[in-house]
Nanobody, 122 residues
Framework: QVQLVTSGGGLVQAGGSLTLSCAVSGRTISSDAMAWFRQVREREREFVAAISGGTTYYADSVKGRFTISRDNTKNTVYLQMNSLKPEDTAVYFC?????????????????WGVGTLVTVSS
């Protein structure tokens, strides 16, 4: 059974940093594409960043501030978030797409972790 356990959310002031982690069990993800999405209330789940092998891809809104990385020895994906803004406040989710093709639409992801709340105060 695949499980994605997300951690690292919290409250931070604008301009601060947080690192989210997504630990995967039940499957080795080294060949899979991993992504982070975020959601604010009833809005659609929004793509944030993705990684497949050594390739990364970011939403324009976070480019230059967020960094996605993975540690295949730990079967874990990270999202380093710097220069946080109040508009980054959301519930953040990690997700996996089996195989290595990056997708930026929530409906294209195969498995999701439970979200973690990030709140950025002004």
């Amino acid at each position: 059974q695949v499980q994605l356990v997300t951690s690292g959310g919290g409250l931070v002031q604008a301009g601060g940093s947080l690192t989210l982690s997504c630990a995967v069990s039940g499957r080795t993800i080294s060949s899979d594409a991993m992504a982070w999405f975020r959601q604010v209330r009833e809005r659609e789940r929004e793509f944030v960043a993705a990684i497949s092998g050594g390739t990364t891809y970011y939403a324009d809104s976070v480019k230059g501030r967020f960094t996605i990385s993975r540690d295949n020895t730990k079967n874990t994906v990270y999202l380093q978030m710097n220069s946080l803004k109040p508009e980054d406040t959301a519930v953040y989710f990690c997700a996996v797409r089996w195989g290595g093709i990056i997708r930026t639409t929530a409906g294209d992801m195969d498995y999701w972790g439970v979200g973690t709340l990030v709140t950025v105060s002004s």
